[in-house]
């Protein structure tokens, strides 16, 4: 009886155990089934919902940008591209080998297409499944109607291939002002590109969907993907993104519209929960007159026929530093950038010694020549006693130093007896040495000027691309070139030779300074932005900015100016190409001289009107000879378009005005 009796306790005992040990696993799970749905409901139910939402963005048409006037100059074109969407397509692989087939042969009419490259982009695109079409690369876009009736027609077919209507980007001035426009690419051709905007959101949150979930792709929605597209040089890369209140503003970019559905556990659509269609980007106005800019275009394309020479001109608004023209040539048509580039023309265009890519106005650095004394002429009159009744001879050349080296006048038969306005209307090299070994200019003030109108840095123009010139002075050539300052390199600098170059943009700015009375300005291509209304609507007018004003007294800059219309007006100044127009010129011919077995770079900088000036030109051509016969007659009839002006023929020149 007792063994029986110890049996039931030990029984109990044991029973009791299990109880327990059920009662606290029973716990455990009910506290974690409370933890899960009431603590962390939010979290799990939005991730669920992530799992079996997909979203699917629609691109964006990208804001247009016209000339000051409202010319068009790049705006969207709708174009066919046939597209994947991986949900719809078939996984049987003999199914997929004759949808290859059939699309293959459609698209291969026209260019050969092979099948195994095709598979191989399917498959890639088909690899995450889901509702959102993806584009088809090289022959798959921008087909033609044949090729689009000819899909459609085998659609049943062919599952999983659509055709999409897409916003591609088009310039219709074709080369007009190309590098001033830029182009667009799409973003993952530079994964680089991507990596730094990726992360980049709308300035405005959309709310959550239905007011009921706060899916974050939506709520915090990234302005690029990996389709998007992006803009590369010139406006199109300035004016993607601008900086407005600590953050980056998209301005060109669209806002991405999309379609969020439920999806099964294929990927396939069930229904679709929300949408917004997509809102175009903003409209930039430029400053640049296009028939300006078509004017400038041409006469530096007949200046250069035949040659492998290059050339550029800019003209600018002497008060607000708007860029009216900006050219380079040669030039590339910026559609080419659309679709993917043959790699021999690739090939064609990295090889042209010319550089047809660089944009030659603000990124070409060469000796300016003579044009620059318009600025060492404001030095020696600002910091010796040059006056402008101080008269030096010119026999035709001078000796300096010890080693009498020969420094030698364009005009080997001498000007005489020359004074201040003498040498600036026919750019007496003796006189400006003379400023040198007589006057006291010396090689510190000639860089402090130069660098004080701009030369040797950035001007700031709101285009990327730029190249910041050099001005060579005593420390540099100590350090870099381990070698002293010596008399010859100021006598060579003072006219604009030697180490010394400068952009012609550098150069638009640097005579808009003098005609302005000694304002340096900020060159600006963009005059207007037009934010659409989902970013307020409102129109952004940009606003003049001043570098710096230069420390000058009025008078120097007086008689600087009228050295440069004396060189237009006497009978043998440098600048008669521009004279009788109409309208009256001041201006400053270059003949820079850059290897002794080559012709020299022809140079013109000018501002008009004389009494009020309006505008600023320079031009330069690349080996052009000399600037009064080259670069001047090419701005001549700029002036002559902005003033609404016959340009007429070029006035006759004499012999001795050549430089």
Known sequence: ????????????????????????????????????????????????????????????????????????????????????????????????????????????????????????????????????????????ENVSLEMVQAIEARQYEMPGVVIKQINQRYYPQGKRAAHLMGYVRPINVNLADYERVKDFCYPQYQPAVNGLLNIEKLAHQTIYTLSSFFGQEGVEASYELLERGGGMVPVLPGRRGYHLYEVNASGQPVREIDSRPSDPGATVYLAIDSELQRVAEQALERAIAGSQRTAAAVMMDVQTGEILALASKPSLDANIW?????????????????????????????????????????????????????????????????????????????????????????????????????????????????????????????????????????????????????????????????????????????????????????????????WPKWMGGNAEVLKPVVMRELDVAPETLAHVRQGMRLAVTRPHGTAQAVGGLGVAVAGKTGSAQHRRDRPTHAWFVCFAPYPQPKYAVAVFVWEGGYGGTTAAPIARRILAAAFGLDSGPVPARLPSASD
């Open 338 to 530: 659309t679709g993917a580039i043959p790699p021999e023309k690739w090939e064609r265009i990295h090889s042209d010694p010319r550089r047809p890519m660089r944009n030659t106005a603000i990124a070409g650095e060469y000796p300016p020549g003579s044009i620059f004394k318009i600025i060492s002429a404001t030095a020696a009159l600002q910091t010796t006693g040059l006056q402008e009744n101080t008269t030096f001879t010119c026999d035709g050349a001078i000796t300096v130093g010890r080693h009498h080296q020969r420094f030698e006048c364009w005009k080997h038969s001498g000007h005489g007896a020359v004074d201040f306005y003498k040498g600036m209307a026919q750019s007496c090299d003796v006189y400006f040495y003379q400023t040198v070994l007589t006057a006291g200019l010396s090689s510190d003030s000639i860089a402090r000027y130069a660098r004080l109108f701009g030369l040797g840095s950035s001007t700031g123009i709101d285009i990327p691309g730029e190249e910041e010139g050099f001005v060579p002075d005593r420390e540099w050539k100590a350090t870099v070139e381990r070698d002293s300052w010596l008399t010859g390199d100021t006598v060579n600098m003072v006219i604009g030779q030697g180490w010394l170059t400068a952009t012609p943009l550098q150069m638009a700015v640097a005579t808009a300074a003098v005609a302005n009375g000694g304002k340096v300005l900020q060159p600006r291509v963009v005059r207007k932005i037009q």
């Open 1 to 140: 009886m007792d063994s029986i009796a110890d049996e039931r306790s030990q029984f109990a005992i044991r029973l009791r155990v299990v109880a327990v040990t059920v009662g606290v696993v029973f716990a455990l799970f009910v506290g974690r089934l409370w933890v899960l749905q009431l603590t962390r409901w939010t979290t799990y139910t939005e991730s669920a919902t992530a799992n079996r939402t997909e979203i699917v963005w629609e691109e964006a048409p990208r804001g247009i940008i016209c000339d000051r006037s409202g010319v068009v100059l790049a705006e969207n074109r709708p174009v066919w591209t046939v597209h994947i969407v991986p949900a719809d397509f078939p996984d049987d692989q003999e199914a997929v080998s004759e949808i290859v087939g059939q699309l293959a042969s459609i698209l291969g009419k026209e260019t050969p297409v092979s099948t195994v490259d095709l598979r191989k982009q399917i498959s890639e695109i088909c690899q995450g499944k889901g509702p959102e079409a993806r584009p088809l690369k090289g022959a798959g």
